[in-house]
């Protein structure tokens, strides 16, 4: 129904950015809400931040707030995650998913990318 592909990840320096995209397959893409997520080794799974299907409502996690910043453009089937002011912490594998109810929780996401690193240095 929906294949999700992460792009964007790698490494950078702590303070710097990183934009993170995801490419959606999908005649209905912009019925779902889209989440990122994040998971270090060990961890559990995070929500980064997520963006309902009409781009209305916005989530971010504390730990982010006002560093991160998510969107998505429906026309090209595409969801961004703008990563700014980036620290050791923010190290992790990144995935996108989709979710067709506005629920904060991993198992609300049906759809899941294969993930990208994301490694900030020091």
């Known amino acids: 129904q929906v294949q999700l592909v992460e792009s964007g990840g790698g490494l950078v320096q702590a303070g710097g950015s990183l934009r993170l995209s995801c490419a959606a397959s999908?005649?209905?893409?912009?019925?779902?809400?889209m989440g990122w997520f994040r998971q270090a080794p060990g961890l559990e799974r995070e929500l980064v931040a997520a963006i309902s299907w009409s781009g209305d409502n916005v989530y971010y996690a504390d730990s982010v707030k006002g560093r991160f910043t998510i969107s998505r453009d429906n026309a090209k089937n595409r969801v961004s995650l703008q990563m700014n002011s980036l620290k050791p912490g923010d190290t992790a594998v990144y995935y996108c998913a989709a979710a067709r109810i506005w629920v904060h929780i991993v198992r609300a996401y049906e759809y899941w990318g294969q993930g990208t690193q994301v490694t900030v240095s020091s």
């Open positions: 999908g005649r209905t893409f912009s019925s779902y809400a």
